[in-house]
């Protein structure tokens, strides 16, 4: 049913990697993607495949999961190592027709296809092992340091599991108007996609007025509760480190300093 | 002293008018005059535009009088410094359930309220448990509220006011959008509130059956005060409550049609089970005679 649509796509499971503070798996996550980019070698990306790995076992979540998430870019990446293999300059490798495959252009290629790559399923570990509870909440508190240059944060994490709140509701309600609008003869299946489109219109109108209502009333009962903004609130709770915490950090610089030494030490 | 206090309570609503310049207003409450002892229960009656809503958002501050002045536990809604203060003592819940609720999970939801007051971490753990409790919501702590009946929602949204730990609660129309059951499960926690904890309780309602309980009742009508009372003294005054197309409930309804075809009943019957007895009563009655 409708009603069970999950945002995200996290995966219940009883795991370290679960346990682990938000803000442990955001900052390892972007740590992650940036070693990706930053150390550029055969030897640096079979640490990060091996750490990758590790993290996937430790998580427990089954793989065919973390693939799930590929299927999305395949195009992209197609695209991506067609471009580099062809159309980078340099010492030319194989020759189809007017198009040169250079070895700088396969280097490059094979390069990208596993950034992406890894990209992707590194973030799926983290969407999979944390709710877009736990994400907004290790944003609002890892993020509070912006504060200081008046980004609203706390807001911005307000805003953000209100519309996980609301996303359901909101798909329920088009349901109930697409079928209210069924009844009464409207056609949402047939014709091409530009009158699919167009029968989408009044089902639009209709869904505006309810969403500003609904923003409207949920605005009073959150003033009626006390609600002033993020200044002097507590949390029923509140984010600590733990000591898992303190290992996964250890753990991420133990990785970065494998990656730059495998970089330096082995240099291809 | 008076938790609830209303003095010439005047509202007018302002609206943009056709031409897009003139202001219409249209008033919704002309001249209310309210004084709720604390640990009451208090029904408000009356039909759609009647003002009883707009009424109730006077206590919470969430409208502020045109003119004349509200009291809630002697502090004016007016004083913007006390609007924390003043929803601390007067909670509120809505209409519709789906659109109050603020956290995903139902027990984040509870704690929204002391969140935003500053309560101390471990107290609020403290005051959820026990308002869910309460409520009877506490096995649906960690359920999605999209999950839960509108009865059940409803009932999360008062724990959530309760956990604020107000002195005094104005319920809006909380049954509207319930089926019986959902109905019958709210009013029964709100009930239970009541007694148990002496919280100050404000029912808008247009469902008559839910009014029996209640001490007091005030009728609305066209932004005004019809008739107030207990529930026996206003639905002794079937004539007048139909004239304003005002319902009573259905056994009252009932034994008003009796006693006029002539059986001997007395004014004001509630319960089916007064009924039955007043009948009984009356059945007594002719034998003795005859």
């Known amino acids: ?268 | 002293m008076s938790i609830i206090q209303a003095k010439k309570l005047i509202h007018d609503y302002q609206k943009i008018g056709e031409d897009g310049k003139t202001e219409v207003s249209s008033r919704a409450v002309d001249g209310v005059d309210l004084d709720i002892a604390p640990g009451q229960f208090i029904a408000i009656l009356g039909h759609n535009g009647s003002g009883k809503s707009t009424l109730a958002k006077h206590i919470n501050a969430i409208l502020l009088p045109t003119h004349g002045t509200v009291y809630v536990d002697g502090m004016d809604t007016k004083d913007a410094e006390k609007l924390e203060d003043i929803r601390r003592t007067a909670g509120m819940v809505f209409q519709n359930p789906d659109n109050q609720i603020i956290g995903t999970v139902v027990d984040e939801d509870v704690a929204f309220g002391p969140e935003n007051m500053g309560v101390p971490t471990p107290e609020i753990l403290s005051r959820v448990e026990s308002s869910l409790k309460s409520v009877g919501m506490w096995e649906y702590r960690d359920h999605s509220p999209n999950r839960l009946s509108g009865g059940q929602k409803q009932r999360v949204a008062i724990a959530g006011v309760v956990a604020m730990e107000p002195k005094c609660i104005v319920l809006d129309e909380p049954t509207a959008m319930l089926d019986p059951m959902g109905r019958k499960e709210v009013i029964r926690a709100a009930q239970k509130l009541n007694r148990e904890k002496q919280v100050t309780i404000l029912l808008i309602t247009h469902y008559m059956e839910e009014v029996i309980e209640a001490d007091h009742v005030i009728v609305m009508d066209q932004g005004k005060i019809l008739m107030q009372g207990t529930p026996r003294e206003v639905f002794s005054r079937v004539e007048e409550l139909k004239e304003h197309r005002l319902d009573v409930p259905q056994v009252t309804m009932l034994a008003y049609e009796l006693k006029k075809s002539g059986l001997p009943l007395p004014d004001g019957i509630l319960t089916v089970q007064e009924l039955v007895d007043a009948l009984d009563a009356a059945r007594a009655q002719r034998g003795s005679a005859e």
């Open chain 1, 1 to 268: 049913m409708i009603r069970d649509i999950t945002i995200g796509q996290y995966y219940p499971a009883d795991s370290v990697i679960h346990r682990l503070d938000p803000r442990t798996k955001l900052v390892g996550t972007l740590a992650f993607i940036l070693s990706l980019f930053l150390f550029r070698s055969y030897a640096a990306y079979l640490v990060a495949t091996v750490f990758l790995a590790g993290v996937i076992r430790a998580s427990k979540v089954p793989f065919k999961f973390m693939v799930r998430g590929m299927k999305a870019i395949v195009f992209l990446l197609l695209i991506t190592v067609v471009f580099n293999m062809f159309l980078t300059p340099g010492e030319p490798l194989v020759r189809i027709w007017k198009l040169t495959v250079t070895r700088e252009g396969l280097e490059l290629a094979i390069f990208m296809a596993i950034r992406l790559t890894y990209l992707i399923i590194g973030s799926s570990v983290m969407t999979l092992t944390t709710t877009p509870n736990q994400l907004t909440d290790g944003m609002e508190k890892g993020l509070r340091p912006l504060n200081k240059l008046h980004v609203p944060v706390h807001e911005m994490a307000m805003i953000m599991s209100i519309a996980l709140r609301f996303i359901p509701i909101l798909l329920e309600e088009t349901d109930k108007i697409m079928k209210a609008q069924m009844a009464r003869g409207a056609d949402f299946e047939s014709g091409g996609v530009i009158k699919k489109a167009k029968s989408m219109v009044p089902l639009l109108v209709p869904l505006f007025i309810s969403a500003f209502r609904r923003a409207n009333d949920l605005a009073m009962a959150m003033e009626a509760r006390g609600y002033h903004g993020g200044e002097g609130r507590t949390k029923m709770k509140p984010l600590h480190y733990q000591k898992r915490d303190r290992a996964a950090y250890l753990t991420l610089v133990v990785y970065l300093l494998a990656m730059y030494g495998a970089k330096r030490i082995a240099g291809f």
